[in-house]
């Protein structure tokens, strides 16, 4: 009877002594599995509120876009493009050289100006429609931004300086290329499903952050709170890391396959409408760097006071 008792009492001990060893393994495979998640979540959450909120916001997409008024790739694209469309209507035979080069200065000077400026914006906050459709559009179609009202601007003030065949310049659809057909095809049904989930993925993530954090200093004390909070600081940090891949790979596809012609000013574009989730990803790595550090600086501290 003795032994039985001894070998009931030393079950409870030999199953603490497991336990013990087993939450380690198990809050290594938590960890393991919070931060896949977070790498998944964190690019995936930042993607869809950009498409939810520059990329189908007008005002926002146009805020994004008017400072390449200034961009020297945008400034010598439009000039080009001018300066090509008229001198299909001129044929002035020994002088067409001089005429072409003395018509893209003159433009190319007006580039510079305020109402050019405000032509800018007014082409891209009617390109955003077209641009929105095109992401939403069949297949074989490009996204593209007409550049119309540009020239027309262009065309007036000419005209109004009396610049010598300035009446000349035809005001037409005339596009710039930001993404070809082919990879518009690849790139629709991403945007869908970004555009139907919106800002929740940021959201969800945001409260099982804090789920998995509360729970974790609720069921097993602060130290565990702080491994947890370490744990989604390196999660942002790796999700912060993916979400630059992505984007520097998608930039790189989407040039792929724009014109040679239109690629400075289509890079240009591309830039200013990802400029936000450039800032994204250094305000996720500087967050996950904080909490990382700062829990395991934290619980480096608890420790040292409970052993002191």
Same mark, same amino acid.
Request: net charge negative; with cysteine; charged share 20%.
């Given at each position: 009877?003795?032994?039985?008792?001894?070998?009931?009492?030393? *079950? @409870?001990?030999?199953?603490?002594?497991?336990?013990?060893?087993?939450?380690?393994?198990?809050?290594?495979?938590?960890?393991?599995?919070?931060?896949?998640?977070?790498?998944?979540?964190?690019?995936?959450?930042?993607?869809?509120?950009?498409? !939810? $909120? /520059?990329?189908?916001?007008?005002?926002?997409?146009?805020?994004?876009?008017?400072?390449?008024?200034? *961009?020297?790739?945008? %400034?010598?694209?439009?000039?080009?493009?001018?300066?090509?469309?008229?001198? /299909?209507?001129?044929?002035?035979? @020994?002088?067409?050289?001089?005429?072409?080069?003395?018509?893209?200065?003159?433009?190319?000077?007006?580039?510079?100006?305020?109402?050019?400026?405000?032509?800018?914006?007014? &082409?891209?906050?009617?390109?955003?429609?077209?641009?929105?459709?095109?992401? !939403? +559009? *069949?297949?074989?179609? #490009?996204?593209?931004?007409?550049?119309?009202?540009?020239?027309?601007?262009?065309?007036?003030?000419?005209?109004?300086?009396?610049?010598?065949? #300035? !009446?000349?310049?035809?005001?037409?659809?005339?596009?710039?290329?930001?993404? +070809?057909?082919?990879?518009?095809?690849?790139?629709?049904?991403?945007? %869908?499903?970004?555009?139907?989930?919106?800002?929740? @993925?940021?959201?969800?993530?945001?409260?099982?952050?804090?789920?998995?954090?509360?729970?974790?200093?609720?069921?097993?004390?602060?130290?565990?709170? $702080?491994? #947890?909070? #370490?744990?989604?600081?390196?999660?942002?940090?790796?999700?912060?890391?993916?979400?630059?891949?992505?984007?520097?790979?998608?930039?790189?596809?989407?040039?792929? /396959?724009?014109?040679?012609?239109?690629?400075?000013?289509? &890079?240009?574009?591309?830039?200013?409408?990802?400029?936000?989730?450039?800032?994204?990803?250094?305000?996720?790595?500087?967050?996950?760097?904080?909490?990382?550090? +700062?829990?395991?600086?934290?619980?480096?501290?608890?420790?040292?006071?409970?052993?002191?």
């Amino acid at each position: 009877m003795r032994t039985s008792h001894s070998a009931d009492s030393a *079950d @409870p001990a030999a199953s603490k002594a497991s336990t013990a060893r087993g939450i380690p393994a198990g809050s290594a495979a938590l960890s393991a599995v919070l931060l896949v998640l977070l790498a998944v979540l964190v690019p995936f959450s930042a993607l869809s509120a950009w498409v !939810d $909120l /520059e990329i189908d916001d007008t005002d926002r997409y146009v805020a994004a876009v008017s400072p390449l008024s200034s *961009d020297p790739a945008v %400034r010598s694209t439009v000039a080009d493009l001018v300066t090509e469309k008229a001198m /299909e209507q001129i044929d002035l035979g @020994p002088l067409q050289e001089t005429v072409r080069d003395f018509l893209h200065e003159t433009v190319r000077s007006f580039t510079s100006t305020e109402a050019f400026r405000t032509a800018w914006d007014t &082409a891209n906050r009617t390109a955003h429609q077209a641009v929105t459709t095109a992401l !939403d +559009g *069949d297949s074989g179609e #490009a996204v593209t931004i007409d550049l119309a009202p540009v020239i027309e601007q262009v065309k007036q003030d000419l005209v109004r300086q009396g610049v010598p065949f #300035a !009446d000349q310049i035809p005001v037409e659809r005339t596009e710039i290329t930001v993404i +070809g057909a082919d990879r518009a095809d690849t790139l629709r049904d991403s945007f %869908r499903w970004l555009r139907y989930c919106s800002i929740w @993925p940021a959201v969800a993530t945001l409260v099982l952050l804090v789920l998995v954090v509360g729970i974790a200093t609720v069921r097993r004390g602060v130290r565990a709170g $702080l491994t #947890a909070t #370490a744990t989604v600081g390196a999660g942002f940090v790796l999700g912060a890391i993916v979400l630059r891949i992505l984007v520097a790979v998608g930039r790189s596809r989407v040039l792929d /396959e724009v014109p040679g012609d239109d690629r400075d000013a289509a &890079a240009a574009v591309v830039d200013a409408l990802t400029d936000s989730l450039r800032t994204t990803v250094w305000v996720v790595l500087v967050v996950g760097a904080v909490l990382l550090v +700062g829990a395991v600086v934290a619980r480096a501290l608890l420790g040292h006071r409970r052993t002191g």
